[in-house]
């Protein structure tokens, strides 16, 4: 049983995954005029203040207790998003074990600066650490009063401590599970042991998926094009995103393909016979044949483009895609970062005429992809997780 916001009802019907809604859309949630511009200004304190609205507080938490009680009828075990501690909760109340997962680092390390706050820059041992303790904490306390109210009200349980579950964790040895490849970013060794890396958490398209006949006739009509997407990120405006986007295309003489998004870019508009629109197709067969892909630099989509071997333009929005656009530079695999606030035409061109031209960046974005590929990191969480659950039985 699959548990999400709404939004991700269609992909899990589309794999025959049963599926249990949680609360509120994420994507009517995000499209507000106010968040949008919090968003898309990349400003951390901004889009605090905008958490803690009265009024976004309450649609983001609706429903959540009772559909999550819902959501758990009958399991044996649970594997729960690492920011969203109520599950565990949950867990504890059901008397079964759970693990915790999560697409980035949320866990303090001498390794690397925060992933979440500070755009993952190295700002000195000191101040590292103690950006990692805000990470920490700002992960918790979003959730505590929430949590702590379920516990008491709902689950007859005693309220968590006020720094959070963290040391209880350490001493149940419950497993964190991270699901990105170590060959992106090395597992820290200050770690304790119950912590793994596992490597991405890959899906191919689902069961008798078709690529759309238009789509693939443009596909064969040229050269490899670049793929424009930002994912679920609210961008602003979409259409003054849309004409950035073109002009850069044009700038760049690049053919694109274009993901409207949750930001609805491009939706129902005639688009030059230089740039292809779509709603949704699965990365895992669309990426492959990109010459570059520009993106958000979210996790998943990151991942996607390591995993394809294409070099990838990255323009961060928030939380970890400022870090996760560093490691791509670091790599080898991608240009220099331009957030989504300082985004031009002429230097996002700059971008893509680089990542299509740049032959060492091209070999080392194919090298990166075919280790990436190797890997099984599903298979390795689905390892560690039956392995602590036989132990708890």
Not at 250 to 268: C, F, K, N, P
Not at 332 to 356: E, K, N
Request: one cysteine or more; a positive charge; glycine letters at 8%.
């Amino acid at each position: 049983m699959l548990a999400a916001r709404p939004d991700f009802a269609s992909i899990a019907a589309s794999y025959g995954i049963d599926f249990t809604p949680l609360g509120n859309p994420y994507k009517s949630l995000l499209r507000g005029e106010d968040v949008a511009a919090a968003i898309g200004s990349g400003n951390i304190l901004g889009i605090i203040r905008q958490a803690s609205d009265s009024k976004q507080r309450a649609a983001f938490f609706e429903r959540l207790d009772t559909d999550t009680w819902k959501a758990v009828e009958g399991a044996n075990a649970i594997i729960y998003k690492s920011s969203w501690i109520p599950f565990a909760s949950v867990a504890e109340k059901l008397g079964v074990p759970c693990a915790a997962a999560m697409l980035f680092p949320l866990t303090r390390t001498r390794s690397f600066p925060s992933f979440l706050i500070g755009s993952g820059k190295d700002r000195g041992r000191i101040l590292d650490s103690l950006i990692w303790r805000m990470t920490e904490q700002f992960v918790w306390q979003v959730a505590r009063a929430y949590d702590n109210k379920l516990r008491r009200q709902f689950l007859n349980l005693p309220s968590l401590p006020f720094f959070g579950p963290f040391a209880r964790q350490d001493s149940e040895r419950m497993p964190l599970l991270y699901a990105y490849s170590p060959i992106v970013l090395p597992r820290p060794s200050d770690w304790p042991d119950r912590i793994v890396v596992t490597g991405y958490w890959f899906s191919d398209p689902p069961p008798g998926w078709i690529p759309p006949p238009d789509l693939v006739a443009f596909l064969e009509d040229g050269p490899p094009p670049v793929y424009v997407g930002f994912g679920s990120m609210p961008s602003g405006s979409p259409e003054s995103t849309l004409r950035l986007i073109l002009d850069a295309l044009e700038l760049s003489r690049q053919r694109g393909v274009m993901l409207s998004g949750w930001a609805g870019i491009g939706e129902g508009v005639k688009l030059p016979d230089y740039a292809f629109g779509v709603d949704s197709v699965p990365h895992s067969w669309l990426f492959p044949r990109m010459a570059a892909v520009v993106h958000h630099g979210g996790a998943g989509t990151t991942a996607a483009g390591l995993r394809a071997g294409v070099p990838s333009v990255i323009t961060p929005f928030v939380a970890d895609q400022p870090s996760w656009a560093r490691r791509i530079e670091a790599l080898g695999v991608g240009t220099r970062p331009i957030p989504f606030r300082q985004l031009t035409a002429d230097r996002l061109a700059s971008a893509i005429r680089a990542a299509t031209s740049d032959a060492a960046m091209r070999d080392r974005a194919a090298e990166i992809g075919k280790l990436i590929r190797a890997e099984d990191g599903t298979g390795t969480a689905a390892q560690v997780f039956t392995d602590y659950v036989r132990g708890k039985a």
